[in-house]
């Protein structure tokens, strides 16, 4: 016999956790205004001490960079309906290259290194996305992480252990 799935618990995560989810992704979203209107991208990116770098092609995302660069990225990990965790950052975007001379070269090598954590042939001859020449950052400002759980009790188990509990998170008003 099995029983009905509890109801799902909404919980905010704390900051360490936040950023736990940022460090083991290396896909999300980054959303930001074009003129008057929200446009949001999917980027490969890599967390580094309070900073997201990422690598862009000419085109609008930069574009809108240079008129606003205070944007939102998010990130998120699916298990289903009620069994997922997302991250959103808020941050300034900094364009990182060696002629606009508002990035030191020491800057502009941290964030290379970070990159060629992830894809090691980052900008060098053997890049497998050598059209995304422009290094950016996003110094994040603003971290804020939720989580929903439903957990669905076996017929064969039942939780009896403090241990097997559930954590308890404490919930915000909207239920988040």
Known sequence: MSRLPRKPVFSTLTDPESRTLLGRNHAGRVAF????????????YVLDDGWLFARSAEGLKLDAFA???????????????????SVVA????????NDDGR???????????????????ALTSDDPTPYRK???????????????????????????????MPARRPRTPDGF
Not at 103 to 121: C, G, K, N, T, W
Not at 138 to 147: E, N
Request: glycine share 6%; hydrophobic share 35%.
């Open 134 to 164: 422009t290094v950016y950052g996003i110094h994040i400002d603003k971290l804020q992480g939720r989580r929903a759980e439903q957990r669905r009790l076996s017929s064969r188990r039942e939780l009896t252990h403090v241990d097997d």
């Open 67 to 85: 008129h606003n660069p205070y944007v939102a990225f998010e990130v998120d990990e699916i298990e289903g309906t009620f069994d997922w965790c």
């Open 103 to 121: 990035v030191d070269e020491p800057q502009l090598e941290r964030a290379l290194d970070a990159l060629r954590s992830f894809i090691p042939e």
């Open 90 to 97: 808020h941050g300034t975007v900094y364009v990182m290259s």
């Open 33 to 44: 205004l074009s003129g008057r209107v929200v446009e949001i991208e999917a980027v490969h």
